[in-house]
């Protein structure tokens, strides 16, 4: 059930075609989230409402939490599948991550977009704003790396303008620039098709507007993939089941998959991304676990070919039973690969002298943080099968 004030948006109509070419429009409804704590859940959540530049504000206060998701509050019987939302954010000093949820189950599963207070004054730092799914308890953060943009944003204690537009599997996220689109997600990760709207971090949040089925720009389903035309990706692989590997062992020889190895078919979703957590949900925290992938590449003659690799978060390669490669790619660790510890073929780039013939690349992934994946392109397909 839906308990708030709704208000309408003059110019916004919802056209629908009819049969024989007539069009019916309708006037878009528009619900403005009251600023109250009925209308919240807060979920013990440190949250003050107060006056902020003159409009009435609620505080969000994340008591020094880290990752997003922590000191949550959610809209109260609410559901949300398609349409605008839109909102003003002032970032708290000190803050780190301020999010909005939507379609929203629980802490678990969300779609979320956030800005990243660390940017300010810094616009064509890519990392700024960023798009991410929650699934199962997983932040695809790691795995999302095209899904992000620089934006300008105002100094702390002042209001940012963002509206996002939501249909489908598509989004456009305006911030401050309402007649610029900031970031374009033509295929969102997120595995629910409804639910609430909540926001996190350490900000004021104000001005809260939702239209439903309100989508200017977006056509229904979901978007291209952007590398959906380069054949260098190799997209078909076979992936064992994971198992536990202790923080610190390293692999070796006797590691690798034997006769007896149950192989099951996956293949890389958009951007390349073979989802290892898609397939396997979370890696339990404080754990760490491996499985190993399996290609074959058939080349028409010997030849070198370059592999560029995205990595979440350690990998192991051998090309025809040879040891070749390790990689490891820690968020905020030694070590951490740019750009800043996610997958994207920048990540590394690995040479392979292939034979006539079947040649076989094995590659052990270990995760013990956020995504789980790889990213596999070859730098020259021609003259070669996979």
């Known amino acids: 059930m839906q308990r708030f004030f709704l208000s309408l948006l003059f110019p916004l109509f919802l056209c629908t075609p009819k049969m024989f070419g007539i069009v019916t429009c309708v006037r878009a409804q528009t619900i403005t989230i009251p600023l109250r704590a009925d209308a919240w859940d807060l979920a013990g959540a440190q949250v003050e409402f107060e006056t902020l530049q003159g409009q009435p504000a609620m505080k969000l206060n994340d008591k020094g939490a880290d990752a997003t998701g922590s000191n949550l509050v959610r809209v109260k019987d609410f559901a949300f599948r398609n349409g605008t939302i839109e909102y003003d954010i002032a970032l708290q000093e000190g803050a780190r991550f301020s999010s909005c949820h939507f379609r929203m189950q629980d802490a678990d599963n969300s779609e979320h977009v956030y ?61 401050n620039d309402m ?110 676990r491996m499985v190993w992938l399996k290609t074959i590449l058939n080349a028409q003659s010997a030849t070198d070919r370059e592999l560029r690799l995205g990595i979440s978060d350690e990998v192991t390669i051998y090309l025809n039973g040879n040891y070749l490669y390790t990689g490891k790619n820690p968020y905020a660790a030694p070590g951490m690969m740019a750009p800043r510890g ?45």
Do not use: C
């Open 342 to 386: 996610r997958a994207t073929p920048e990540n590394a780039t690995v040479q392979l002298a292939l034979q006539e013939g079947d040649n076989e690349v094995l590659i052990g992934v270990a995760n013990y943080f956020f995504g789980w994946g790889i990213v596999a392109q070859l730098n020259d397909g021609s003259g070669l099968r996979y």
């Open 115 to 175: 800005l990243r207070a660390a940017f300010i004054g810094d616009p064509n730092n890519s990392s700024g704003f960023q798009y991410a799914a929650v699934v199962d308890g997983v932040n695809y953060w790691d795995l999302s790396f095209p899904y992000q943009t620089g934006v300008k944003m105002n100094p702390a204690g002042e209001f940012n303008r963002v509206k996002l537009v939501v249909r489908d599997q598509q989004m456009l996220a305006y911030v």
């Open 179 to 288: 007649d610029y689109p900031a970031l374009y997600i033509p295929i969102m990760d997120g595995t629910v098709d409804a639910g609430s709207i909540g926001f996190d971090g350490k900000a004021w949040i104000s001005n809260v507007r939702v239209t439903p089925d309100a989508t200017p720009g977006l056509n229904a389903g979901a978007g291209f993939d952007p590398v959906h035309n380069d054949v260098r990706y190799l997209r078909n692989w076979q992936v064992s089941q994971p198992v536990d590997f202790p923080q610190g062992r390293e692999v070796v020889a006797a590691d690798l998959p034997g006769k007896g190895v149950a192989w099951e078919d996956i293949t890389a979703e958009h951007h390349g991304m073979v989802n290892l957590s898609r397939k396997f949900g979370q890696t339990p925290r404080g754990s760490r």
